[in-house]
């Protein structure tokens, strides 16, 4: 199998479809079942050299991880901030985001406002089970997890949201190396008691 194929299981129903480029070798666009899947956390978390302001560093943890991430089913990387003194219905506002817009101000009664207010990761296997409580911003994504983050104080400031176009594209191992790329950009995961 060449190394472009790699990662993917070898049967036929696993190929999405196969495309010429150029110079006439085949693209392959595999559909990678999530339990096989393997996300470069790790190395991403080493790859990091974070500096500057909160902002900065937040868009550098985007680019890395939707440069990083596209290929294995995330559609779509952001944070989003919160702004205490806002009516619930507009409290998180988009910040940093790859790789198109999304809905901004938003409320807390989605996924993110739960993960803010619960200071709990959120692993949305299937949107489609959340009914009128999932904000859509975009038809197509199906899964989704969501990371709380609070300040050294304790204050819980915003969360980092990705989505995926795949059902179930997220598990626990997704929010331990979410986390673990994170901490090495200087954010604070862990919800201490009184964020």
Not at 144 to 153: F, H, S
């Amino acid at each position: 199998m060449p190394a472009a194929e790699a990662g993917c299981r070898q049967s036929l129903s696993d190929w999405d479809s196969a495309t010429t480029t150029q110079e006439s070798e085949p693209v392959y666009h595999c559909v990678m079942a999530p339990e096989t899947l393997v996300r470069p956390y790790e190395a991403l978390a080493e790859s990091l050299h974070p500096t500057g302001s909160r902002d900065q560093r937040m868009q550098l943890v985007v680019d890395t991880l939707f440069e990083a991430l596209k290929e294995t089913g995330v559609s779509w990387v952001g944070f989003y901030q919160d702004r205490p003194g806002e009516p619930d219905e507009r409290r998180l506002v988009l910040g940093p985001c790859r790789d198109k817009p999304a809905c901004s101000p938003i409320g807390l009664d989605g996924v993110c406002g739960k993960a803010l207010l619960s200071r709990r990761p959120q692993i949305v296997l299937d949107i489609r089970d959340l009914g009128a409580a999932y904000i859509a911003c975009d038809p197509s994504d199906r899964s989704e997890i969501v990371i709380p983050l609070a300040e050294q104080g304790g204050r819980c400031w915003g969360v980092l949201d990705l989505d995926s176009h795949d059902v179930a594209g997220f598990d626990e191992s997704d929010e331990r190396g979410l986390s673990l790329v994170l901490q090495a950009a200087s954010f604070q995961t862990h919800q201490p008691p009184d964020c």
